[in-house]
């Protein structure tokens, strides 16, 4: 019984369930024609969506344990993954004092037009 849950995908089960459903108010004549396709159906759907499943834990590994995601080479362990961090924070602070000297020139220079612009 175990191996069966593991096998079908609970979403698959309420989709089917529903179509079949919808077919015994809308069509119940055809509701017993299709039965056997829907149950059919219920493997092939839960392949789908446990490879889907699959292919979406590989990407979003929160370790980064995955080696290379999308082309670029993830870190593959915490002392790495700190170190990329700490570069990255490096970074930032460099791209803020950049950002910091530029506003101080900017402010610097607006008196001196202010008063230029000024007649005596």
């Known amino acids: 019984m175990n191996a069966l849950?593991?096998?079908?995908?609970?979403?698959?089960?309420a989709g089917v369930?529903?179509?079949g459903a919808g077919l015994l108010v809308f069509a119940p004549g055809l509701a017993a024609a299709a039965l056997p396709f829907l149950v059919l159906a219920i493997c092939p759907l839960s392949m789908v969506f446990m490879m889907g499943a699959m292919n979406g834990m590989g990407q979003t590994s929160p370790t980064g344990a995955t080696g290379a995601v999308g082309g670029v080479?993830?870190?593959?362990?915490?002392?790495e993954r700190?170190?990329?961090?700490?570069?990255q924070q490096q970074a930032l602070a460099n791209q803020i004092a950049t950002l910091e000297a530029e506003d101080e020139a900017r402010l610097e220079r607006r008196p001196n037009a202010e008063a230029a612009a000024q007649p005596s």
Request: charged share 25%; glycine share 0%; aromatic share 4%.
């Open 5 to 13: 849950k593991m096998c079908l995908n609970w979403k698959v089960l």
């Open 17 to 19: 369930a529903a179509v």
């Open 73 to 79: 080479q993830q870190p593959r362990n915490r002392n």
């Open 82 to 87: 700190l170190a990329e961090l700490e570069m």
